[in-house]
Nanobody, 125 residues
Framework: VQLQASGGGLVQAGAFRRLSCTAS????????VAWFRQAPGKEREFVSA????????YYGDFVKGRFTSSRDNDKKTVYLQMNSLQPEDTAVYYC???????????????????WGQGTLVTVSS
């Protein structure tokens, strides 16, 4: 599976942005797809994950209802709708995928073996 993240850009605080992660390859429905982000000078952190099949979603604690992940298996695309963006959301956002990932592991980077190139989101105050 190859992943292509897109949708980043410069936005003002309080605005929204939708990121896309489009996959190539077969059996996309069998992959849990996650978003991680890395802010300047910080470690990469878990943002969200959407499970293979039924599409159960998981979010990092900081999201607090502002972000929503969804998937369109026909288009092999996962979306991250980000609302009420704040300057602290500024980061490079990466999508990652793992085949039939166990629910206990959705927030752990090392279980994801396919990664996109990242897309930069900059939120100005």
């Amino acid at each position: 599976v190859q992943l292509q993240a897109s949708g980043g850009g410069l936005v003002q605080a309080g605005a929204f942005r939708r990121l896309s992660c489009t996959a190539s390859g077969r059996f996309f429905i069998n992959y849990t797809v996650a978003w991680f982000r890395q802010a300047p000078g910080k470690e990469r952190e878990f943002v969200s994950a959407i499970k293979y099949g039924v599409g159960t979603t998981y979010y990092g604690d900081f999201v607090k209802g502002r972000f929503t992940s969804s998937r369109d298996n026909d288009k092999k695309t996962v979306y991250l709708q980000m609302n009420s963006l704040q300057p602290e959301d500024t980061a490079v956002y990466y999508c990652a995928a793992a085949n039939f990932l166990h629910d206990n592991n959705y927030s752990t980077e090392r279980y994801y073996n396919f990664w996109g190139q990242g897309t930069l989101v900059t939120v100005s105050s």
